[in-house]
């Protein structure tokens, strides 16, 4: 969750005062008032000459933590949901998709493991394009190695629409193009800079367009880790779930790929 400093411009309530009184309590960030007693923090803020605009405060972050949350949900309408693959994206693979049990779900990490040169980087340009052509939503994707390749989805496009006209596949390349945000980044404290920004814009709603972003692809993170870690190859665990809380990417599915030594 956001430092309270960046939330001081779009919530009055949390002005440099507030931000001093919860700073005095060790509290820094939203995830620092989720662990805070909220009883004694009250009685912390009646003893201030401006306890009135403290309390609001507080109650300003209570309300941006219950934004938060899941909505409940009874069995049959998660029954219903998973007949039906709802938050589920296929990657255009058929055997990957079954191996997944049905594609990239909403919410969870999908890491892809391989050698060089096993396909790892045509999966992820091939979930992308499908991604961004089936279903109403954006893709990111974030390109640590120059991997993104339009000419590769217009061929995967064109295959899958060989039965229709040039000017049909002409309009979805588009369509899908557009649907697709690339972004160049080579080593991963810049790789966390970005995830910051995105989550930032994310809850800003500062992406142009309808579309939510549906689908968040790294390709690759070995290439950024590997550096850090030292060796031929990255070994350990993805670096960046640790970064952020779940509520990040609940919204949509996380792809990465990474290379193993053989």
């Not at 920004?197 to 690759?220: M, R, W, Y």
Request: hydrophobic residues 35%; proline residues 3%; contains cysteine.
């Amino acid at each position: 969750m956001p430092p309270l400093k960046a939330l001081e411009r779009e919530f009055s309530e949390i002005d440099s005062n507030f931000q001093q009184f919860c700073s005095s309590q060790g509290i820094l960030s939203v995830e620092d008032f989720l662990v805070h007693d909220l009883n004694v923090l009250v009685a912390f803020a009646e003893q201030h000459d401006t306890s009135k605009k403290l309390k609001q405060g507080i109650t300003r972050i209570l309300s941006i933590i219950d934004n938060h949350h899941q909505p409940w949900l009874n069995g049959m309408k998660l029954l219903e949901d998973a007949l039906q693959n709802k938050h589920v994206l296929s990657t255009g693979y058929e055997g990957i998709d079954h191996l997944l049990q049905g594609g990239l779900h909403q919410g969870q990490l999908t890491e892809l493991v391989g050698p060089s040169s096993c396909g790892k980087t045509q999966i992820c340009l091939q979930a992308a394009s499908n991604v961004a052509d089936k279903y109403t939503g954006a893709v990111m994707f974030l390109d640590t190695c120059n991997s993104f390749s339009p000419r590769r989805i217009a061929c995967f496009l064109t295959r899958s629409m060989s039965s229709s006209s040039k000017e049909d596949r002409q309009r979805s390349l588009e369509r899908v193009l557009r649907n697709i945000f690339s972004y160049s980044v080579f080593d991963i404290f810049a790789l966390l800079d970005v995830l910051q920004q995105v989550e930032c814009k994310l809850k800003s709603q500062a992406f142009t367009g309808d579309n939510q972003v549906q689908l968040l692809i790294i390709d690759s993170i070995s290439s950024l880790i590997t550096p850090i870690l030292g060796g031929n190859g990255a070994n350990g665990i993805h670096p960046c779930t640790s970064k952020f809380p779940g509520t990040f990417f609940d919204d949509f599915s996380w792809f990465a790929s990474k290379e193993i030594s053989t």
